[in-house]
Nanobody
Framework: VQLQASGGGLAQVGGSLRLSCVAS????????MAWFRQAPGKEREFVGC????????YYADSVKGRFTISRDNAKNTGYLQMNSLKPEDTAVYFC??????????????????WGQGTLVTVSS
């Protein structure tokens, strides 16, 4: 499956952005999906993941209550809604997919397919 992430940009502290990840090449509903991010000089870190159906999600503590992951399998698209943004959310955000479930997989090495990344900058 090929992934194309978009929606990054510049946001103010407390603002919102929505990232999208469009999948192609395979049946999207067969792939668990996650979002990761990588800030300058830091390792890639898990943000959250969503089940095949979109019915369940799991988030890193750093974004819990502020970020929401969803997916629309009919549109082959996953989403990351980011609210109450903080300067420490500044990073390149990547969508990732793996065949079958993603809900118990939170390491970047668990995912075989990656989007190209989209930059989110939160300015104070």
């Amino acid at each position: 499956v090929q992934l194309q992430a978009s929606g990054g940009g510049l946001a103010q502290v407390g603002g919102s952005l929505r990232l999208s990840c469009v999948a192609s090449g395979r049946t999207f509903s067969n792939y668990g999906m996650a979002w990761f991010r990588q800030a300058p000089g830091k390792e890639r870190e898990f943000v959250g993941c969503v089940t095949l159906s979109g019915g369940s999600t799991y988030y890193a503590d750093s974004v819990k209550g502020r970020f929401t992951i969803s997916r629309d399998n009919a549109k082959n698209t996953g989403y990351l809604q980011m609210n109450s943004l903080k300067p420490e959310d500044t990073a390149v955000y990547f969508c990732a997919a793996r065949l079958n479930s993603a809900i118990n997989y939170r390491s970047s090495t668990d995912y075989n397919y990656w989007g190209q990344g989209t930059l989110v900058t939160v300015s104070s």
